[in-house]
């Protein structure tokens, strides 16, 4: 496991445990699996790539323990165009970023624009308007599909 992952599980540990909650022996199983890898992912690939753990964890014990994961700040969830929902791990280095989203194959380009988001305060304050969060997608054809 990477630094930030024993990281993030022992961030978690803590905020399960003051909220009294533990974090079971599949719920690390799913947390290791998901801090694995950055990138954009189905609670379906969490399952399958958690099974090699625990063959015995469930669809629904996946979809619980993501629901804790974006609650306690350490999963965001995104559904694109397809509706689909994607999980995406939040370390503790994770930037903000936009998404690129190619309607043909389905590919995911994470992009970080500094004018984009010195413009988007720019309106925000002309409209006297205090942005708490946002997200941009872009939608259209990679370079690959075009």
Same mark, same amino acid.
């Given at each position: 496991?990477? =630094?930030?992952?024993?990281? $993030?599980?022992? $961030?978690?540990?803590? =905020?399960?445990?003051?909220?009294?909650? =533990?974090?079971?022996?599949?719920?690390?199983?799913?947390?290791?699996?998901?801090?694995? %890898?950055?990138?954009?992912?189905?609670?379906?690939?969490?399952?399958?790539?958690?099974?090699?753990?625990?063959?015995?964890?469930?669809?629904?014990?996946?979809?619980?323990?993501?629901?804790?994961?974006?609650?306690?700040?350490?999963? =965001?969830?995104? $559904?694109?165009?397809?509706?689909?929902?994607?999980?995406?791990?939040?370390?503790?280095?994770?930037?903000?970023?936009?998404?690129?989203?190619?309607?043909?194959?389905?590919?995911?380009?994470?992009?970080?624009?500094?004018?984009?988001?010195?413009?988007?305060?720019?309106?925000?304050?002309?409209?006297?308007?205090?942005?708490? $969060?946002?997200?941009?997608?872009?939608?259209?054809?990679? %370079? %690959?599909?075009?």
């Amino acid at each position: 496991m990477l =630094k930030h992952e024993e990281e $993030n599980i022992a $961030n978690l540990r803590q =905020k399960l445990r003051r909220s009294g909650l =533990k974090l079971t022996t599949q719920r690390e199983s799913i947390c290791k699996t998901f801090f694995a %890898k950055e990138g954009h992912r189905t609670a379906e690939e969490i399952l399958l790539e958690s099974r090699q753990f625990d063959a015995k964890i469930s669809l629904a014990t996946i979809y619980r323990t993501l629901k804790l994961l974006q609650e306690f700040g350490f999963a =965001k969830a995104h $559904n694109f165009q397809d509706g689909q929902a994607l999980f995406e791990p939040v370390f503790d280095n994770h930037e903000h970023h936009d998404h690129l989203i190619c309607t043909h194959c389905g590919a995911i380009i994470e992009f970080f624009d500094e004018q984009i988001e010195i413009l988007q305060s720019k309106v925000a304050r002309a409209h006297d308007f205090k942005i708490t $969060n946002h997200k941009m997608e872009l939608y259209g054809l990679c %370079k %690959k599909c075009q």
